[in-house]
């Protein structure tokens, strides 16, 4: 059983960084879908960024180029760099796993139902 833990975020000024960090206890197949999504109050949860079993990245529009994505097998970690952080920024973070590829549903709306395991997330805060 998948069992995400994430820690990392926090409170910053616009134009600010920081890195979140996530453990995905529980991996025993070859190959696993692994990925951000956030949430703000009011609204659905939405994909960041996501990392495929074979490398391959992909981000959501609103922050490519500003975000980063990576992974350590050997640590069962995931880590998500956010640099020039906006307001709209603010929101609960979640990392999740399933396996297998991650398909071209992730940044769609209800993406995040493709995915049932998830930690308790982590608050990032921008203020302008």
């Known amino acids: 059983q998948l069992q995400p833990v994430e820690s990392g975020g926090g409170s910053v000024q616009s134009g600010g960084s920081l890195v979140l960090s996530c453990t995905i206890s529980g991996r025993t197949l070859p190959r696993y879908c692994m990925g951000w999504f956030r949430q703000a109050p009011g609204q659905e949860r939405e994909g960041v960024a996501a990392?495929?079993?074979?490398?391959?990245?992909t981000y959501a529009k609103s922050v490519k180029g500003r975000f980063t994505i990576s992974q350590d097998n050997a640590e069962d970690a995931l880590y998500l760099q956010m640099n020039s952080l906006a307001p709209e920024d603010s929101a609960m973070y979640y990392c999740?796993?399933?396996?297998?590829?991650?398909?071209?549903?992730?940044?769609?709306?209800?993406?995040?139902?493709?995915?049932?395991?998830w930690g308790q997330g982590t608050q990032v805060t921008v203020s302008s």
């Open positions: 990392i495929d079993g074979d490398g391959t990245t």
């Open positions: 999740t796993a399933r396996p297998h590829a991650c398909g071209g549903g992730f940044y769609t709306r209800g993406g995040y139902h493709a995915f049932r395991a």
